[in-house]
């Protein structure tokens, strides 16, 4: 009778034994299977890892617009402009193309490009009730000038006495 719950529990162990052989298979197929679908499933291809050269059309247009590369935001905007533009089908070596993005960045940062666009003197206006700032002359009538001498007074300090009088 020992000899047989001895029996009864090897089979026992044996099975366990088993089962995490099988657990443990099942574990390493399934990291297999996941390190050979990342190798075979590359998240970006061959065409948007290696940088393409900007064509010269485009070189001269982010030479006219310096905010292009130095202003992250507006880039990043007309990068995405570029993306939906290109998804729509135009060519992006067209007067077209290039247009649409001027047009749609001037329409979504229109505080960026007023102060470029509004160059032109803008005219003061004074008020109504302003008062005279500034040099004022004065003017001296001929006998003015005749007490200043006859005072030995220059002629500028007796103006100076008139202005403040008057």
Do not use: C
Not at 33 to 48: A, F, G, I
Not at 66 to 86: C, K, P, Q, S, Y
Not at 135 to 146: E, G, H, I
Request: a positive charge.
């Amino acid at each position: 009778m020992q000899a047989n719950d001895e029996l009864t529990q090897l089979t026992v162990e044996k099975e366990k034994a088993r089962i995490k052989m099988a657990d443990r298979e099942a574990r390493l197929k399934q990291l297999e299977e996941q390190k050979n679908s990342v190798k075979e499933e590359p998240k970006y291809s061959e065409r948007d890892i290696v940088p393409q050269e900007p064509s010269s059309r485009a070189r001269e247009w982010a030479g006219k617009n310096t905010w292009f590369g130095n202003d992250r935001i507006m880039t990043t905007a007309a990068m995405t402009i570029h993306e939906d533009l290109v998804g729509m089908g135009v060519d992006v070596e067209s007067d077209e193309y290039y247009n649409e993005i001027d047009k749609r960045m001037k329409d979504n940062f229109p505080h960026r490009f007023a102060v470029q666009e509004q160059r032109r003197p803008v005219q003061k206006v004074a008020s109504a009730g302003r008062t005279q700032q500034g040099r004022r002359s004065v003017r001296l009538t001929k006998s003015q000038v005749a007490i200043a001498k006859k005072l030995g007074v220059p002629l500028e300090e007796y103006a100076k006495y008139v202005k403040e009088v008057q």
